[in-house]
Protein backbone atom coordinates (compact mmCIF):
# COMPACT_ATOMS: atom_id res chain seq x y z
CA UNK A 1 0.00 0.00 0.00
CA UNK A 2 1.50 3.49 -1.17
CA UNK A 3 0.67 6.33 1.10
CA UNK A 4 0.16 9.29 -0.83
CA UNK A 5 2.52 12.38 0.26
CA UNK A 6 -0.44 13.99 1.83
CA UNK A 7 -1.47 11.26 4.42
CA UNK A 8 2.50 10.87 5.25
CA UNK A 9 2.94 14.36 6.19
CA UNK A 10 0.26 14.89 8.32
CA UNK A 11 0.72 11.23 9.58
CA UNK A 12 3.74 12.85 11.23
CA UNK A 13 2.56 16.06 12.35
CA UNK A 14 0.08 14.05 13.98
CA UNK A 15 2.62 11.72 15.65
CA UNK A 16 4.37 14.74 16.68
CA UNK A 17 1.51 16.54 17.76
CA UNK A 18 0.12 13.72 20.19
CA UNK A 19 3.41 12.98 21.74
CA UNK A 20 3.88 16.81 22.68
CA UNK A 21 0.28 16.52 23.78
CA UNK A 22 0.74 13.35 25.88
CA UNK A 23 3.53 15.10 26.94
CA UNK A 24 2.22 18.26 28.44
CA UNK A 25 -0.80 16.57 29.32
CA UNK A 26 1.17 14.93 32.21
CA UNK A 27 2.68 18.07 33.37
CA UNK A 28 -0.93 18.88 33.52
CA UNK A 29 -2.04 16.08 34.93
CA UNK A 30 0.50 16.36 37.73
CA UNK A 31 -0.33 19.68 38.96
CA UNK A 32 -3.86 18.34 40.10
CA UNK A 33 -4.79 14.30 39.55
CA UNK A 34 -7.82 14.89 40.85
CA UNK A 35 -11.03 14.21 38.05
CA UNK A 36 -14.74 15.59 39.19
CA UNK A 37 -18.28 15.26 37.52
CA UNK A 38 -20.04 18.84 36.73
CA UNK A 39 -19.41 22.32 36.17
CA UNK A 40 -16.49 22.76 39.03
CA UNK A 41 -14.34 21.13 40.98
CA UNK A 42 -11.47 21.74 43.48
CA UNK A 43 -9.62 20.82 46.15
CA UNK A 44 -12.74 21.22 48.82
CA UNK A 45 -14.62 18.90 46.07
CA UNK A 46 -14.99 15.02 46.52
CA UNK A 47 -13.21 13.71 43.81
CA UNK A 48 -14.85 11.17 41.16
CA UNK A 49 -11.56 9.44 41.30
CA UNK A 50 -8.13 10.62 41.95
CA UNK A 51 -4.83 8.91 40.09
CA UNK A 52 -2.49 7.53 42.90
CA UNK A 53 0.49 10.06 41.88
CA UNK A 54 2.38 13.20 43.80
CA UNK A 55 1.15 16.47 42.80
CA UNK A 56 3.20 19.57 41.85
CA UNK A 57 0.95 21.51 44.18
CA UNK A 58 0.72 21.34 48.21
CA UNK A 59 -2.38 22.44 47.92
CA UNK A 60 -3.74 19.14 46.48
CA UNK A 61 -4.20 15.94 48.54
CA UNK A 62 -2.74 12.93 47.10
CA UNK A 63 -1.66 11.09 49.91
CA UNK A 64 2.07 11.77 49.48
CA UNK A 65 4.49 13.79 51.46
CA UNK A 66 6.18 15.49 49.00
CA UNK A 67 5.49 17.57 45.84
CA UNK A 68 6.93 17.73 42.54
CA UNK A 69 8.54 20.78 40.47
CA UNK A 70 5.43 22.46 39.35
CA UNK A 71 5.48 22.65 35.32
CA UNK A 72 2.31 23.96 34.74
CA UNK A 73 2.83 26.78 32.92
CA UNK A 74 4.72 25.77 29.77
CA UNK A 75 2.65 22.43 29.52
CA UNK A 76 -0.22 24.49 29.03
CA UNK A 77 1.27 27.07 26.36
CA UNK A 78 2.51 23.32 24.60
CA UNK A 79 -0.59 21.74 24.93
CA UNK A 80 -2.68 24.20 23.52
CA UNK A 81 -0.26 24.80 20.50
CA UNK A 82 0.10 21.48 20.08
CA UNK A 83 -3.74 21.06 19.75
CA UNK A 84 -3.93 23.99 17.38
CA UNK A 85 -1.16 21.74 15.25
CA UNK A 86 -3.22 18.58 15.66
CA UNK A 87 -6.17 20.36 14.44
CA UNK A 88 -4.64 21.80 11.52
CA UNK A 89 -3.04 18.39 10.12
CA UNK A 90 -6.53 16.96 10.70
CA UNK A 91 -8.34 19.12 8.63
CA UNK A 92 -6.11 18.83 5.61
CA UNK A 93 -6.13 14.90 6.34
CA UNK A 94 -9.69 14.44 5.94
CA UNK A 95 -10.11 17.40 3.04
CA UNK A 96 -7.92 14.97 1.20
CA UNK A 97 -9.03 11.77 2.31
CA UNK A 98 -12.62 12.63 0.84
CA UNK A 99 -10.88 14.62 -2.23
CA UNK A 100 -9.12 11.27 -3.39
CA UNK A 101 -11.34 8.56 -1.78
CA UNK A 102 -9.01 7.66 0.88
CA UNK A 103 -11.41 6.71 3.15
CA UNK A 104 -13.67 4.82 0.86
CA UNK A 105 -11.07 3.24 -0.80
CA UNK A 106 -8.46 2.17 2.03
CA UNK A 107 -10.23 1.80 5.22
CA UNK A 108 -13.97 1.39 4.76
CA UNK A 109 -14.31 -2.02 5.60
CA UNK A 110 -16.18 -4.46 2.44
CA UNK A 111 -18.96 -6.77 3.35
CA UNK A 112 -17.01 -9.87 3.66
CA UNK A 113 -14.75 -7.81 5.76
CA UNK A 114 -17.50 -7.39 8.78
CA UNK A 115 -18.70 -11.31 8.63
CA UNK A 116 -18.70 -13.03 11.93
CA UNK A 117 -15.68 -15.15 10.42
CA UNK A 118 -13.51 -12.57 9.43
CA UNK A 119 -13.60 -11.05 12.46
CA UNK A 120 -12.66 -13.76 14.55
CA UNK A 121 -9.74 -14.97 12.56
CA UNK A 122 -8.45 -11.40 12.96
CA UNK A 123 -8.60 -11.23 16.56
CA UNK A 124 -7.40 -14.73 16.86
CA UNK A 125 -4.66 -13.77 15.18
CA UNK A 126 -4.03 -10.63 16.81
CA UNK A 127 -4.28 -12.46 20.44
CA UNK A 128 -1.82 -15.60 19.13
CA UNK A 129 0.39 -12.97 17.83
CA UNK A 130 0.54 -14.57 14.28
CA UNK A 131 2.57 -12.87 12.22
CA UNK A 132 0.66 -11.17 9.14
CA UNK A 133 0.63 -12.22 5.81
CA UNK A 134 2.38 -10.73 3.02
CA UNK A 135 -0.86 -9.15 1.69
CA UNK A 136 -1.88 -8.22 5.34
CA UNK A 137 1.83 -6.49 5.24
CA UNK A 138 0.41 -4.22 3.33
CA UNK A 139 -3.24 -3.45 4.00
CA UNK A 140 -5.70 -3.90 6.26
CA UNK A 141 -8.28 -6.05 7.11
CA UNK A 142 -11.56 -5.40 8.82
CA UNK A 143 -11.33 -4.98 12.51
CA UNK A 144 -8.38 -2.54 11.72
CA UNK A 145 -10.48 -0.44 9.32
CA UNK A 146 -13.73 -0.33 11.37
CA UNK A 147 -10.48 0.66 14.14
CA UNK A 148 -9.02 3.23 12.28
CA UNK A 149 -12.64 4.84 11.44
CA UNK A 150 -13.54 4.75 14.76
CA UNK A 151 -10.48 6.46 15.79
CA UNK A 152 -10.35 9.05 12.77
CA UNK A 153 -14.09 9.99 13.43
CA UNK A 154 -15.36 9.20 16.69
CA UNK A 155 -12.30 9.06 19.01
CA UNK A 156 -10.20 12.23 17.49
CA UNK A 157 -13.15 14.65 17.46
CA UNK A 158 -14.37 13.38 21.33
CA UNK A 159 -11.03 14.38 22.17
CA UNK A 160 -11.14 17.67 20.76
CA UNK A 161 -14.47 18.67 21.92
CA UNK A 162 -13.76 17.71 25.41
CA UNK A 163 -10.92 19.64 25.13
CA UNK A 164 -12.14 22.99 23.25
CA UNK A 165 -14.74 22.28 26.14
CA UNK A 166 -12.26 23.17 29.14
CA UNK A 167 -11.70 26.31 27.48
CA UNK A 168 -13.19 29.85 28.91
CA UNK A 169 -13.22 31.29 25.07
CA UNK A 170 -15.23 28.07 23.83
CA UNK A 171 -17.46 28.04 26.90
CA UNK A 172 -18.42 31.06 26.21
CA UNK A 173 -19.34 31.13 22.44
CA UNK A 174 -20.69 27.37 22.68
CA UNK A 175 -21.86 26.76 26.27
CA UNK A 176 -24.56 23.84 25.15
CA UNK A 177 -22.16 22.14 23.70
CA UNK A 178 -20.48 22.53 27.02
CA UNK A 179 -23.21 21.40 29.17
CA UNK A 180 -24.05 18.16 25.99
CA UNK A 181 -20.88 16.90 28.03
CA UNK A 182 -21.96 17.16 31.90
CA UNK A 183 -20.18 20.60 32.54
CA UNK A 184 -16.45 21.72 32.14
CA UNK A 185 -15.28 19.60 35.24
CA UNK A 186 -17.08 16.33 33.55
CA UNK A 187 -15.05 17.26 30.38
CA UNK A 188 -12.17 17.60 31.56
CA UNK A 189 -12.12 13.46 32.93
CA UNK A 190 -14.03 12.72 30.03
CA UNK A 191 -10.92 13.86 28.14
CA UNK A 192 -8.58 11.85 30.64
CA UNK A 193 -10.78 8.74 29.53
CA UNK A 194 -10.55 9.46 25.67
CA UNK A 195 -6.88 9.97 26.19
CA UNK A 196 -6.13 6.76 28.04
CA UNK A 197 -8.22 4.68 24.80
CA UNK A 198 -5.87 7.14 22.61
CA UNK A 199 -2.94 6.08 24.16
CA UNK A 200 -4.05 2.39 24.01
CA UNK A 201 -4.55 2.68 20.69
CA UNK A 202 -1.17 3.76 19.64
CA UNK A 203 0.01 0.92 21.63
CA UNK A 204 -1.29 -1.71 19.77
CA UNK A 205 -0.39 0.75 16.65
CA UNK A 206 3.33 0.51 17.45
CA UNK A 207 2.69 -3.16 18.36
CA UNK A 208 1.38 -4.19 14.84
CA UNK A 209 3.29 -1.90 12.71
CA UNK A 210 6.88 -3.88 14.58
CA UNK A 211 4.95 -7.15 13.75
CA UNK A 212 4.47 -6.35 10.07
CA UNK A 213 8.25 -5.31 10.29
CA UNK A 214 9.24 -1.97 12.15
CA UNK A 215 12.19 -0.63 9.75
CA UNK A 216 10.07 -0.96 6.00
CA UNK A 217 6.61 0.16 7.11
CA UNK A 218 9.13 3.36 8.64
CA UNK A 219 10.54 4.12 5.76
CA UNK A 220 7.27 3.51 3.44
CA UNK A 221 5.58 6.27 5.91
CA UNK A 222 8.42 8.71 5.23
CA UNK A 223 9.37 7.89 1.87
CA UNK A 224 6.28 6.24 0.61
CA UNK A 225 8.43 3.78 -1.33
CA UNK A 226 7.38 0.09 -0.18
CA UNK A 227 9.88 -1.86 -1.49
CA UNK A 228 9.47 -4.80 -3.84
CA UNK A 229 5.71 -4.37 -3.27
CA UNK A 230 4.26 -2.71 -6.77
CA UNK A 231 2.35 0.77 -5.46
CA UNK A 232 -0.63 1.51 -6.71
CA UNK A 233 -0.91 5.23 -8.67
Given at each position: ??????????????????????????????????????????????????????????????????????????????H???????????????????????????????????T??????????????????????????????????????????????????M????A????G???????????????F?????????????????????????????????????????
Amino acid sequence: MRHTATVRITHWITAFSVAALLLSGVEILISHPRFYWGETGNVMDTPLFSLPIPSSRSTVPTGFSYVLPDQNGWSRSLHFQSAWLLLLAGGVYLAAGLRTRHFRDRLWPTRSDTTWRVMRSAISKSLRRASPSEREEWSYNGLQRMTYLGVIFVLFPMVVWTGLAMSDAFAAVSPGLVSALGGRQSARTLHFVLTVLLCAFLLVHVAMVYRAGFVRRVRAMITGQTGSHKEKP
